[in-house]
């Protein structure tokens, strides 16, 4: 290897070096870029409008994390391959140049990546989906935990206790989630967002389904307990529905429950309502 | 300081006298704990099982252990004006009892850790072979399933990832790379191991009392109704984390005033920057674990309603992550600490950017501190979302400083390509992925997804095992000729180092992918569909833990009859390598001066083999 002495540059002298990985890394980005975009499509869609925000997010990020992987990893490489001492090889590399220009533009490039992140997806992510908690009119479904086993009541409905999850396409749903024991977390992989039902207090999780599925079809399409809750922990799990509006007030008229239509626009200050709301 | 009484180098003891001290140090534990156990038992009326006489119980054998190890003689009697009659010993049989000399307390954490990285690997071995169908079979309930998984996080948490680098290498060679002779209190040093034996014990005996079963994290208040095995999860952590305190109170002594002359504190080597600022994290956080573990505690013995629905389970969390998110750069700091020490001396380069590395370690200290409710984004309200989004995302800025320190140390490089130098390699590629995962579980929107699924199995294996345990490997290669005297195989270095990261990234690689396909944590059985990446990740996880036997027996068979090394056969120029292998009871043969860049490489700078002369000041 002909090692050149170390220049006043800040690639320490190695300039063809630095367009090769320079190219190899353009290179590289491009295809992995190309190649990220078949692989996401091969990722079941999420089911929910809040569950789209959050695989744009993962989405984003990926695309976002491609060039950067690409980089350290081309580096080290290369730099494995390229600057490793050869047989018979003695001695030390030469002394290196300072390379602050190099280190400030990587402080610079990570820091506003960072930022950027925060802002997006980040906030706005988090905007988008915390805009369902001022949707119209949402359905209420109360969501108790306990071991190990989920129960929905729909208090609007009057329909208490059921052992699945049926639930309108297109309507926001006001999860009112609790557990009468331990720590869960109720979560249907489909819709993606997740939320822990902690015993004593309350949450609410905003969800407005969007695509008809259902647990027969799409096992990820399930109520899934995703907190250790002790050994039935694994099998805390429920069926669920996404039907269209109207299959929605049949079904809550099969329960028996008033329709949907009629509780559509009553006051959502029905005693068990209240009660979940207050902790 | 005391100079501690150390006998001369005497006849060779016999191999019962050799472990007698630890035999005694056993049998005045056991004695205690049954003693201890029984009478409160007795007086309580309630089983010898029970929380309450198991815990003290355990109390009663701790001290009888710490007593029988050595304590008696060299705590107890002098404290009462009775002169110490202790030996410390010589050879061997330094390792079985109460000493005082820092190189032999590494060893004994050095090798308590990699026999509790054993026991964990093993759980979690039983734990794949469980997941390679989704229904039970291998276990025959749920619950024993869970005390593997809670000896394999527990262990592996609290006995390996904070024990291995900080206790280990931290005992035995900050003292050397600074240049001092000792710690600045041997005698409180010398104690700190004896309380990692019985935290691993505690950890690993809770499956004969029904096991830990709320995982390494504890939460409450399933905690509540586990049963008495969650006793011997609070007192094992609490344990070693008593050792962890009294380590970081000698670490951060010994660097800030034992340090030898000319060595400033921006002239410092990386892993004593490291160590510093992992030790400082250490004295501020273990305490409130201590104080978390504690009250877990209470909740069962009194109890106290402090984490169930009658008081603020969540508060547990806060409690738990306040601690366990600098934990985690407790483990990762003393990783990159041994990237960067590694690098220049394999590289034949000066380390690119000292000053960036100093303000990355600071950096990542201070944020630290700041990041721990990303841990509970599903279970804490919507208010803190964003402020911890934002600080848990920024502390990748100054982690990125140890990526920028690396390439610039590896361009334009002269590389010699050795096991320790491969494996820091192989720890910087698998961090990334670590790190960069941490970025998508950071984003809280894609984190209401991810979280509690293998994808966070995947990333702080990444992290922890990717990261930390590879370096640590690369560190017990690089220093094995220095705490040995003796050279390690390097074609069996080799093979096994390329062995880990194949197997490592095909057993972790797959998780990120089952779980974002739903598949969730700390279950021993699952849907059908996620069956096949599960069969996949176990074959890979088989050979990950096959590949640490071959490092085992490298290691093992070298200490025994390797090729005696140089003292300096890396040609290292920091202070740790300018004296014999292994180093004299007092380290150096007279107090070294540090007179040069540790770091400088190439023309113009003072050849390695000057620096041992150098040191001692004779030219």
């Not at chain 1, 391959?81 to 490039?109: I, M, N, S, T, Y």
């Not at chain 1, 399409?221 to 996404?242: N, P, S, W």
């Not at chain 2, 205690?32 to 038992?41: M, P, Y």
């Not at chain 2, 292998?581 to 190439?602: E, I, K, Q, R």
Request: aromatic content about 14%; proline content about 6%.
């Amino acid at each position: 290897m002909s090692a050149p002495a170390g220049g006043a540059g800040g690639g320490g002298g190695h300039r063809r070096d630095l367009w090769i990985v320079a190219a190899w890394w353009a290179g590289v980005t491009v295809l992995g870029e190309i190649l990220v975009g078949p692989l996401l499509r091969l990722y079941p869609e999420a089911a929910s409008r809040e569950g789209v925000v959050s695989d744009d997010a993962i989405f984003y990020l990926l695309r976002l994390v491609v060039p950067v992987v690409a980089l350290v990893v081309i580096l080290l490489v290369y730099s494995m391959v390229r600057f490793r001492a050869r047989a018979g090889e003695v001695g030390d590399a030469p002394a290196q140049a300072r390379g602050g220009r190099w280190a400030f533009a990587w402080l610079g490039v990570s820091a506003a990546l960072t930022v950027s992140v925060i802002f997006y997806p980040g906030v706005t992510g988090l905007l988008e989906i915390w805009k369902s908690k001022t949707a119209v009119n949402p359905l209420t479904v109360e969501v108790v935990a306990q071991q190990w086993e989920w129960r929905f009541s729909y208090p609007e409905l009057g329909i208490e206790n059921a052992e699945t999850l049926v639930l309108p396409k297109g309507r926001t749903v006001d999860f009112v989630i609790t557990s009468r024991d331990v720590i869960h977390s109720f979560w249907v992989p489909s819709l993606r967002i997740k939320k822990d039902a902690i015993p004593g207090e309350t949450r609410h999780l905003f969800l407005t389904p969007d695509r008809l599925t259902s647990t027969e079809e799409d096992p990820m399409t399930r109520v899934q307990c995703a907190e250790l809750c002790g050994i039935g922990h694994a099998r805390m799990r429920a069926d669920v529905r996404v039907v269209a509006p109207a299959d929605f007030e049949a079904w809550a008229a099969e329960q028996g429950g008033t329709t949907a239509s009629a509780a559509e626009g009553s006051l959502p200050s029905t005693p068990a309502r209240a009660q979940a709301v207050t902790p | 300081m005391t100079a501690p009484a150390r006998s001369p180098a005497g006849e060779k003891p016999s191999a019962l006298g050799t472990v007698a001290p630890m035999l005694r140090a056993a049998l005045w534990g056991v004695a205690g704990l049954a003693g201890g156990a029984a009478v409160t038992a007795l007086f309580s009326g309630a089983r010898v099982t029970a929380a309450l006489p198991l815990t003290v119980g355990y109390l009663v054998g701790l001290v009888g252990w710490l007593l029988g190890g050595g304590a008696w003689e060299h705590w107890v009697r002098p404290w009462f004006g009775v002169p110490s009659t202790w030996d410390e010993g010589s050879g061997t049989a330094r390792y079985w009892r109460y000493n005082t000399d820092h190189k032999v307390i590494g060893i004994q954490y050095l090798v308590t850790s990699g026999a509790a990285l054993f026991l964990a690997g093993l759980a979690a071995m039983a734990m794949r072979l469980e997941l390679m169908t989704p229904q039970l079979d291998v276990f025959a309930t749920n619950q024993q399933y869970n005390a593997f998984m809670g000896v394999h996080g527990s262990l592996m948490i609290f006995a390996v990832a904070v024990v291995a680098i900080v206790g280990g290498f931290g005992n035995y060679f900050v003292p050397l790379v600074v240049g001092a002779d000792d710690m600045p209190f041997p005698f409180v040093n010398g104690i700190s191991w004896w309380f990692v034996v019985p935290g691993v014990l505690a950890i690993a005996a809770s499956p004969l009392l029904g096991g830990i079963q709320a995982g390494w994290t504890g939460y409450a208040p399933l905690t509540s109704q586990a049963p008495d095995g969650q006793v011997l999860y609070y007192v094992g952590v609490f344990t070693l984390g008593v050792s962890s305190l009294l380590t970081a109170v000698n670490v951060i002594g010994t660097i800030i005033y034992m340090r030898a002359p000319g060595m400033t504190l921006m002239r410092m080597p990386m892993f004593a920057w490291g160590m510093l600022v992992t030790s400082v994290l250490n004295l501020l956080w273990v305490p409130v674990v201590g104080t978390a573990m504690t009250m877990g505690l209470l909740d069962r013995l009194v109890p106290t309603p402090f984490f169930n629905a009658s008081g603020l389970p969540v508060v547990w969390q806060d409690l738990f992550w306040l601690f366990g998110h600098p934990e985690v750069y407790i483990i990762m700091l003393p990783a990159w600490a041994i990237w960067l020490e590694v690098l220049p001396v394999f590289a034949r380069k000066s380390l690119f950017g000292y000053r960036w590395a100093v303000v990355g370690f600071v950096g990542v200290t201070l944020l630290s501190m700041y990041v721990w409710n990303h841990h509970m984004f599903t279970a804490t309200g919507d208010g803190r979302a964003i402020p911890f989004m934002s600080s848990t995302e920024i502390i990748s800025i100054p982690t990125g400083f140890f990526y920028l320190v690396v390439v610039g140390t590896l361009w334009g490089a002269r590389m010699r390509l050795r096991t320790p130098m491969i494996l820091v390699l192989f720890s910087v590629f698998n961090f990334l992925f670590g790190g960069i995962t941490g970025v998508f579980l950071s984003d809280v929107p894609a984190d209401y997804a991810l979280q509690d699924t293998f994808f966070v199995v995947s990333h702080f294996h990444y992290t922890i095992v990717g990261g930390m345990i590879f370096a640590w490997l690369a560190a017990l290669h690089y220093w094995f000729p220095k705490y040995t005297g003796r050279m390690y195989n390097e074609r069996w270095g080799q093979v096994s180092a390329w062995l880990q990261v194949i197997a490592f990234n095909g057993l972790f690689f797959p998780m990120y992918i089952a779980g974002m396909m739903g598949m969730n944590r700390r279950v021993a059985d699952y849907l059908p569909y996620l069956g096949g990446i599960n069969v996949a990740i176990s074959v890979a996880a088989f050979v990950f833990g096959a590949s640490f036997l071959i490092t085992l027996a490298n290691l093992w068979v070298s200490w025994l009859r390797g090729p005696r090394a140089a003292a300096n056969p890396w040609e290292a120029k920091t202070l740790e390598w300018q004296t014999s292998s292994p180093p004299p009871l007092h380290n150096f043969a007279s107090p070294p001066v540090l007179t040069w860049d540790m770091y400088a490489y190439g023309e113009g700078t003072p050849p390695a083999s000057a620096l041992a002369a150098l040191a001692q000041g004779d030219d």
